[in-house]
């Protein structure tokens, strides 16, 4: 099998940093895939599943653009869409129709909401919904789950982190994944402070397995917020429509006061969205919040095409299915070679890792090799898979990683 | 104690709300940190001038003597030179032929700025060598250390100073990780295991053993790390450890090469950013 190089990449990566910090920065900076060098840096173009880079590598993306890819790049009907309402107007002096039309939607579909607020990115919303439990309850405090990731404002970040000061952080607690004792007695501590819990609907940290929730823990949370007068928010960023169009909160079976969507509601136009219960609509509405390009309304109108088709098609089945077939087939490829890969978190966005080594650079290596063969790997995070992924790419992954595999067995 | 003094000083200040970075870099605590980092990381490098350095071991090849250094309520080292070889321990031993006593961690570091002289408590009779021979040696470090401008275009001077730069980082880390505020929250973060730092291809290097959130260095390589921190030659490590490449570019262009672990990492360059902090 041909193995990729990457010399335009490189290239273009030495001329970013001349004139961009890190380069390449933030979640898509190359620092984390080891070696970068068995990485493209740069796309250049995308279709359906695959994507081709600047050297003209084509890929089978499992990482979707982190998440905002669901019906695959380029999907007629959202671009239709987006680009319909572009031509008439995207960013105007008041909003479009299709921002009340996307809200009522949302609301129809989304369980237990009763309103939606848009605005770009997935932090946007986590924020916000921050404020609204502050300006809800007057209360400062908000606790969060240990490695829980919600974005990059201050807030979010180690209170060790460059740039950020202690009274960033200074009222927000962590609490342990699935540790309903802890979270009990943390609220007992701070009792009548705390304005929100926020967490996701599982815990899908980086560089670790994935966790599901513990039977019960969900509506038990539920019953401590209620009781304790606590905002539940759920991130729902990541999981967004590919665990269940009702909202994944829907698929575990509870019901939170605000969740924060972002990533597959748009299929890769920017756009976020905050819902809440009705109880929360007023304190939503004191709290001034806003950006110049969040009422763009082609991204709305792309977010009101990607949702009625993922729930025409039953997206988040369709990809669940999909998905269980990839990692089903590399457990036993792992297995054909000695190794034993380890699957967590749900199957349209597994986190893979070889558990033969504990360090990853075993996993790391495998990744890079399949990568440099065509199917696209990170090793540090959870994978994505789209509606777009088709019989013949899983085909075609398996094969590579069959090989990839091989390689590692032979170097070992 | 100190580290207890430390995070009460952090709190009471985060609670008044007076707190910044600038002020607390000025405080007396501060100081002590610095000193515990002059005495456990930067003396240190004696022993590996002695051993890699012509010139330094034409400086103290005769010597046999043994130079307690001790700061009241604070860090201690004891150093010995015998038979041309130098050997650094942190602690105090009562039996050293000198003991040089300093009222305070500021007070050191003073000295070790030129700035100030310690309080020589035994071993008067060894006053010219303190004043003549050993700040020979101490001299032949900092110019080491802190090279001259067009110094480190000579390759054997590069490596020699790179080899005590990234000793100076490795062992001031581990001593932050336990007192420094902001060091011991990144270490607090760090999975137990081994971090290796190495100077491709074949060192230095040094080793960071994290073991329930404090960290412990050591000189070396280990053949199983759980995360490793690689530069490409020693210009490279040079330049990345004294803080002057961007490390996320470094890292894709491959000049500095991560694997495993990397999140252990990702805290230990809060620390090393700490380190730049107190040692400039």
Redesign the interface.
Known sequence: MKTYTYPQSRKWFQRAAKSIPCGIYGHFSPAPLVPPSAYPFFVDRAEGSRFVDIDGNEFIDYMCAYGPMVLGYNRPEVEEAARKQAENVNCGPTPGKPMVELAEYLVDLVQGMDWAYFAKNGNDVTTYALMVARAATGRRKIIKVAGGYHGVAPWTQGGDHAGIIPEDVSNILTVEWNNLGALTALVQQHKGEIAGFIATPYHHPTFVDNELPAGGYWKSVETLCRKEGIVLIIDDVRCGFRLDMRGSHAYFGFQPDLVCFCKAIANGHPISALMGSGALKTPASKVFYTGSYWFSAAPMAAALATLKLLKKIDGPANMQKTGKELCDGLVDLADKHGFKLKVTGVPSMPYLRLTDDDSLMLHQRWCAECTRRGAYFTSHHNWFLSTAHTREDILRTLAIADEAFAVLRKQL | MVVLALAVR?RRA?TA?V???VTVGRTMSDQLVKAYLNLHAVMLNLEDLVEHDPVAQSICRNWKVSIQFAVVHGPSVRIVFEKGRCRVTPGFRLNSDILLLFASGAHLNKVMENKGMPILTRGLTRLPFLLKEFPKLTKRMEEVLKPAAGAVEDPAFLALHTRLLLQTVGFAAAALSLRDP??M??AS?IRD?IVALKVLPSGPGVLLESRKGTLTASRGMSP????CLEFRDVTTAQRFLSGTI????A????EV???????MLD?LS?IL?RVEHYLK
């Open positions: 952090w985060r709300g707190f910044h970075f902001k060091s929250l990144a973060k295991g199983r790390p759980t995360a961007d490390p996320f570019t890292i894709a262009l491959g090469e991560i694997r495993g672990q990397t999140p805290s809060l950013d």
